[in-house]
């Protein structure tokens, strides 16, 4: 990354104090129109929702509102900078999830002293917010802190650095044995990396019917298996991790990343920032026609190219210099965009299976190659796509507050997603937002 | 395949001796006075060796083809109190991919008939109170706290 880039960032924000705003969205035509929006009119609404909480979700913004929630023990490549410091990072989050999927984000990056400090103060938002997207926290404490907040929350929680990254990894997956011909339920896949985003990616990839068997895990240890010295120890400090070394490698292979990928037809890869921490010759070790997604930003953990040399099929990377970005900007705001439109109590992992293939079909639809298994940022489409494959999902799983068919579904996204943008580029061309 | 549980011979002592080891070290993770001694290893395999020969210690393994746990229960008198034997679980294990299949109360179950047939009936365990699965484990196996031991180094 050019050094260029953090100095025009820091100046940039310094400029418009920040990334987004506020604005009504109804009409005050004169200042007598707040007895309508506001006292004494308001008190019916309040009234209303006082009998039927759920009203909150007609009658009030909470239905399109979510919380960007942070304790920004774990921002970007960082660390544990704290949580002033992770508010640009939520701030960006929360513009991304307007402009691309139609959602109103608000930065709330939290003091917390401990994972069960941070479950109580998040649980404490609810009324406020349709849905909260956890941030930036350390790993194993995220897994924890979503699965409690899932378990006694009634409006989705999602972690993005896990379920967002793991959607858009099995949705490029998905595509990328379409493109080579293999039946997902037959592959061997080798996962470097067992921080956040890989444990979820595993456990999504058995939701998504791989077989757990046929998966080996690697860690900084190296490869995972029931048997290894520290699993007594993983018990108690990732029991997460420690399920997936029960659960995964049947055949019990031990060493390192080379063994891991000798022979398997995928290798996916969200570790150490590289070059070299995956080698071409053991790209060439791999069984034939092998899919390598390299994830590590900013470098992956092997350039493209050398992949391609050592043999691969289909290359994936984080980059969007790069043919096949897995961004999980793909899906964040698609999958909010669906669960916000049928007000969805939560998001199951069937439901992030969903939203990867609704993902993989708009890609397929468009015609898949080796270069082309997932569609950019700037294809709309497959954020409307997404957002009803979504919903759909929580309406047939009975997770939904309210049914709406599919063309429903695909006009309140669609209207959403354009709106959000088309009000932007009014602002921007009116000079009201300065370029 | 069926678990079988037996009394432990001696071509089971090495194996005994590694899962005792692995259960030691996993203290390691609650507290620095937990860390192991440097001769572990020599340590234990004195100490399971000893056991072996020994009236008042049962040792008993969980079988599937190979060894896969074991428990460790210590017969020791009461002074002060009735009943006046208590058998104490001093070590038990069970290793992972077996684990959450219910080796460890076949464990316990089979300790329990070996201590009633020798007059004894009332057992209790010791492991380390952070050990959260312990805790758990033992509360549903139907045991309760009935002492506490502090510690403080001086």
């Known amino acids: 990354m050019n050094e260029g880039w953090y100095e025009i960032s820091l100046k940039k924000h310094r400029k418009y104090g920040g990334k987004i705003e506020v604005l009504p969205k109804v009409p005050i035509t004169s200042l007598k129109d707040f007895a309508i929006w506001y006292t004494p009119g308001v008190a019916e609404p309040s009234r209303s929702i006082s009998k039927d909480p759920d009203l909150s979700f007609e009658l009030t913004s909470r239905w399109n509102t979510i919380a960007v929630v942070t304790d920004g023990t774990r921002v970007l490549g960082l660390g544990n900078i704290g949580p002033e410091a992770s508010y640009p990072v939520m701030e960006g989050k929360s513009m991304i999830f307007k402009y691309l999927g139609g959602v109103d984000a608000v930065p709330v990056p939290l003091r917390v002293k401990s994972a069960d400090e941070l479950v109580e103060t998040v649980k404490r938002l609810e009324p406020a917010f349709g849905g909260i997207n956890l941030e930036d926290i350390e ?17 989705p929680v999602w972690h993005d650095d896990q379920q967002g990254t793991a959607t858009a990894i099995l949705a490029g997956l998905i595509n990328a044995l379409k493109v080579v011909g293999k039946k997902i339920n037959d592959i061997t896949v080798a996962l470097i990396g067992a921080g ?24 900084k240890a190296g490869i995972l298996h029931a048997y290894r010295e520290d699993m007594d120890k993983m018990m108690f400090e990732n029991k997460w991790k420690y399920d997936l070394a029960l659960q995964t490698n049947s055949e019990n292979r031990t060493g390192g990343i080379e063994d891991a990928m000798r022979g ?61 970005q897995v961004n999980n900007s793909l899906v964040f705001p698609a999958v909010f965009r669906g669960v916000l439109d049928v007000r969805a109590r939560t998001i199951t992992d069937d439901m992030a299976v969903a939203a990867a293939k609704g993902l993989a079909s708009y890609a397929e639809e468009k015609g898949l190659s080796a270069d082309y298994i997932l569609p950019t940022m700037e294809e709309t489409g497959a954020y409307i796509k997404t957002a009803v494959a979504v919903a759909q999902k929580a309406i047939e799983l009975g997770l939904a507050r309210i ?11 669609a209207k959403s997603i354009t709106s959000a943008k088309a009000k932007y580029e ?8 300065e370029v | 395949m069926p678990i079988t549980v037996r009394q432990a011979k001696r071509e089971d002592l090495e194996k005994v001796i590694e899962l005792t080891v692995r259960l030691k070290k996993l203290n390691e993770e609650f507290d620095p006075l937990y860390t192991v001694r440097q001769d572990i290893y020599d340590v234990v395999k004195k100490y399971v060796e000893s056991s072996m020969g020994k009236e008042n210690v049962i040792i008993l393994v969980a079988e599937e083809q190979e060894v896969v746990g074991f428990i460790r229960v210590e017969i020791r008198s009461r002074t002060f109190y009735e009943p006046t034997m208590e058998g104490v679980i001093t070590d038990l294990y069970v290793i992972p991919p077996f684990r959450r299949k219910g080796v460890g109360k076949v464990l316990i179950d089979a300790g329990i008939r070996e201590l009633k047939s020798r007059g004894v009936y009332l057992a209790s365990a010791e492991f380390p109170p952070m ?24």
């Open chain 1, 264 to 324: 398997v037809d995928v290798v996916i890869a969200t570790s150490t920032p590289g070059p070299g921490i995956i080698k071409k010759e053991w790209v060439s070790q791999m069984n034939k026609d092998p899919i390598v997604f390299a994830l590590a930003n900013p470098v992956p953990e092997i350039w493209p190219q050398e992949a391609k040399e050592g043999g691969a099929k289909v290359v994936a990377t984080g980059r969007s210099d790069f043919p096949n």
């Open chain 1, 139 to 155: 790993s194993p404490k995220c897994f924890f802190v979503l699965e409690k907040l899932r378990n006694e929350m009634q409006i």
């Open chain 1, 196 to 219: 956040a985003a890989n444990i979820a990616a595993a456990r999504l990839l058995i939701r998504a019917e791989v077989n757990p068997g046929n998966m080996i895990m690697v860690d």
């Open chain 1, 426 to 433: 009014a602002l921007t061309k009116s000079g009201l937002i």
């Open chain 1, 403 to 413: 049914r709406r068919s599919q063309e429903e579904l695909e006009m309140m996204a």
């Open chain 2, 131 to 154: 050990n959260k699965i312990s805790v758990d484990f033992y509360q549903r196996m139907g045991f309760k706290p009935l002492l506490y031991t502090f510690f403080k180094e001086v």
